[in-house]
């Protein structure tokens, strides 16, 4: 079992004034920048379960990009115009 310390968490600590913070004490005051500048994605569980680790989910996102830029890539024959389609220029 854990023991109480007694200290309360939200008075102040002993080594610490109040005159100290002339704009007074505000909770989540960098909050707000942090979450803009962190990169930090939270998965789903179930996406979880699948990987392991960090680089597993690299690994899978990256193959996801290559894959996706090669099927709406134009392939080499696919510009030319058919018999049907009409005249070629």
Do not use: C, H, W
Not at 37 to 59: C, D, G, H, K, Q
Request: proline content about 7%; hydrophobic content about 30%.
């Amino acid at each position: 079992m854990k023991k109480s310390s007694g200290i309360d968490k939200n008075e102040l600590r002993p080594e610490y004034k109040r005159s100290d913070f002339p704009e007074g004490l505000v909770r989540g005051k960098y909050a707000e920048r942090l979450r803009k500048s962190s990169n930090i994605v939270v998965l789903r569980p179930e996406v979880a379960e699948v990987f392991p680790n960090e680089e597993a989910v690299n690994n899978a996102l990256l193959s996801l990009i290559e894959l996706a830029q090669k099927a709406t890539r134009p392939t080499r024959g696919s510009r030319r115009r058919r018999k049907s389609d009409g005249p070629e220029l």
